[in-house]
């Protein structure tokens, strides 16, 4: 009898069929969804309208993954939302199966190999790069040891013109108080490995734009962490004169999408000279700032283009008067829901809201442009779905963001295992070699061709 440990339990999946192997389950329970490639078996799995990640993985990693990704979302990191492990399962005949660790899918996202199916720019490479270093950090952060960072690893979800990246596996993760210089460098190093190797696999399969050399993506990576590093906790010093500074410190960071709970300021015994240094630095400024005004979730970029749009919304209207909150209230239903409201039902699939909006506000503008008049959001919003969301590919679970068969031209081995690569397809007729089958005919239980014995007596009988 297997046993379900959730802290939020769907009765749901009790029905589900654990005596089988995860690898033998029947199609009809799965979804065919991008993936990265996993040393473990992997499926996506339906259970009625909501989606699961599941990872066939030995029972320790298992427990462990699951309580390391609660504790993550407990600080507020970016990854997967774990459900369950099951546990206890064994086959009809008794034989005992590793456990399940089940995750929530997380909607709109994509792994890395679906970005670079089609070829990719090297501005879009450089914003991957730049998202995988910041969810570096920020679990840096929170005194998380990775220990296996790679962009297998990762979904990445679009955050206005960025992207968000998100942990999917932290079985070999593990969680400090805080981190030394020496673990950092340690998963830098192992960044360093893992994304070279990813690096020169896409090249080879002809993925990587020929102008990017795979060993100076590994080394911007590096200078980036550390750049970006250096900003969240590095100590800076300057004359007594220059208190703005302090302020120009937090603004730096809130503009990189990190509040600071907690500022070291010491001044010298004459008070000629001042050092700061964050303390506590916690992600997701803007993403805090729009759920708390509108109850909307989004990613840090998104959050931050639609505070700019409600900023602006405030001026034009002249509600400098008015309450903040208010005005964010107003905003939402007078600006922002009628623009989600203009996606078609059979769209919505194409992009999330918030997403979509910052793409909409990006089209106003470029329209604005050409009839050089101010175009109004709702009539943005309109044209934006009628020239180009209607061609753009899902990325929510549907049967066109099924395996990339239709873009690559391939067709996989198993549409459900990613790992299995693609079937062949060729014309050519198999080599017919008569010498095979001639000793394909062979009987070999009575050739005695394996019978050292006879073999040495007829050695003999011939040395004679």
Known sequence: MPRFLSAQPDSRLIALPWATPLEAWPTGLLVALPRGISR??????????????????????ALHEYRLLHDLRRLGAHGVEPLAVVSGRTTA????????????????????????????????????????????????????????????NVLFRR???SFAA???????????????????????????????GEFLDLEAGGLLDSSLDPLALVDTIEKRYEELWREL???????????????????????????????????SPTGDQIRIQPKV?????????????????AEENQARRMLNDLDTFRAARNLGHMDEAVVAHKWLTEVYEPVVAAIPPELRGKRDNAQFFHEVLDH?????????????????????VDQYLRALPDEAVSQESMVQVTQTGMTPVNPYDPSKGFAEDTDEMPIFDPWEESAEEVD??????????????????NQQ
């Open 166 to 196: 998100h942990l999917v596996d932290a079985e070999t993760g593990e969680l400090h108080d805080v981190l030394t210089k020496g673990q950092r460098m340690h998963d830098l190093t192992i960044a360093r490995t893992n994304l070279f």
């Open 93 to 152: 005949t008794g034989e005992a199966l590793d456990p399940i660790l089940i995750t929530k899918h997380l909607s709109f996202s994509l792994p890395y190999r679906s970005l670079f199916h089609s070829g990719v720019r090297q501005e879009t490479v450089l914003r991957l790069i730049d998202a995988l270093v910041v969810l570096l950090a920020q679990l840096h952060l929170f005194g998380f040891l990775w220990g296996d960072v790679s962009l297998s």
């Open 364 to 384: 106003r503008w470029y329209q604005s442009q050409e009839f050089h008049r101010e175009v109004s959001t709702h009539e943005a919003a309109h044209s934006y």
């Open 159 to 161: 955050d206005a013109e």
């Open 40 to 61: 473990h078996v992997v499926r996506f799995i339906r259970v009625g309208d909501d989606v699961y990640a599941a990872k066939e993985v030995i029972e320790h990693l």
């Open 233 to 267: 906790t590095g100590a800076e010093s300057f004359h007594g004169s220059e208190v703005g500074r302090i302020e120009g410190r937090v603004r730096r960071l809130n503009a990189l999408g990190f509040d600071v709970a907690e500022l070291d300021i010491r001044t």
């Open 444 to 461: 070999l239980a009575s050739a005695n061709t394996f019978d050292i014995a006879a073999l040495r007596a007829k050695a003999k009988g």
């Open 281 to 297: 630095v916690d992600p997701g400024h803007h993403s805090r700032r729009l759920l708390r005004l509108t109850g909307l979730d």
